[in-house]
């Protein structure tokens, strides 16, 4: 075996090793497998977003500019979806949250319109097809 082809059996070698180490996860949102360094910490607690940083990047962006767009509600507005007012809902994000959540179509980016953090995180869940597979579920489930 010549130098130039032992070095090069070597390189690969050293190269194989070292993307074994990096540890990586799956961007729910690009469908990417990046390593972990692509990813932040989820609001100040121990374990990393499910979006890369550039996804971050660019769903921030969206929501700006939605912001920007749409005023926020009116001190008697009520939650679409569980009717709940302002004063019942204050205090449910986080700490430097507001009451309402700003809901948009993330496959459009359409404005859908403001909910309480309780009702926004319910449907984060779910896309329609699964959220009617659960109200079936749960229809059949019922006692």
């Not at 912001?67 to 205090?91: F, L, N, S, T, V």
């Amino acid at each position: 075996m010549d130098n130039g082809v032992l070095f090069e059996w070597l390189d690969d070698m050293c190269q194989d090793t070292k993307a074994s180490t990096v540890k990586t996860k799956l961007c729910i949102k690009c469908n990417q497998l990046l390593p972990e360094v692509s990813f932040s910490k989820r609001g100040g607690e121990n374990y990393l977003r499910t979006e890369c940083k550039e996804c971050t990047r660019k769903l921030q962006k969206v929501r700006a500019d939605l912001r920007q767009q749409h005023e926020k509600p009116d001190e008697d507005y009520r939650c679409p979806i569980c009717g709940r007012g302002e004063e019942e809902c204050a205090g449910q994000g986080s700490k430097r949250a507001g009451t309402w959540v700003l809901d948009h179509s993330h496959e459009t980016n359409e404005f859908r319109g403001w909910l309480c953090h309780k009702c926004n995180r319910g449907l984060g869940a779910f896309n329609y097809n699964l959220l009617t597979k659960a109200i079936e579920y749960l229809k059949k489930n019922e006692s």
